[in-house]
């Protein structure tokens, strides 16, 4: 958290924030009947997911950058090919928590920029 608060900034973590707490409400960011409680439910679960989302924005921030904050990427921020496995991790590990909120999101930008590839 201390690493992405110095590379991005203050702001950039209280979006980060921001949007954990709507992942939280959304009840459709788990997936499944009853899996919401679970989730909810795991006491390791709130420390662990932000880490994760560090590791996205750290490793892959082209991609998540604005999911994760709902800020817009700056200029000049690239992804480290050298350690996207990192990133590839923590993706899976959301989904393996069943938290689907930060995928959802992804699926639908990956729409819009498909929909629109001129832009």
């Known amino acids: 958290r201390k690493e ?4 991005y900034g203050d702001a950039f973590v209280r979006g ?3 949007v954990y707490r709507e ?5 459709a960011s788990v997936s499944g009947e009853g899996e919401r409680d679970y989730f909810l439910d795991r006491k390791e679960m709130p ?3 932000p880490g994760y989302l560090c590791k996205l924005v750290l490793h892959a ?3 998540w ?8 990427l700056p200029e000049g921020v690239k992804n480290n090919f ?3 496995g990192v990133s590839f991790d923590a993706s899976s590990r959301l989904r393996r928590a069943r938290i689907d909120f930060y995928h959802w999101k992804l699926t639908d ?10 832009e």
């Open 23 to 27: 992942a939280l409400a959304d009840e």
């Open 109 to 118: 930008k990956l729409r819009k920029d498909k929909a629109s590839p001129n």
């Open 16 to 18: 980060m924030d921001d």
């Open 61 to 63: 921030p082209e991609e």
């Open 4 to 7: 992405v608060s110095d590379r």
């Open 82 to 84: 050298k350690e996207i």
């Open 65 to 72: 950058y604005d999911i994760v904050s709902g800020q817009p």
């Open 47 to 49: 420390e662990e997911v």
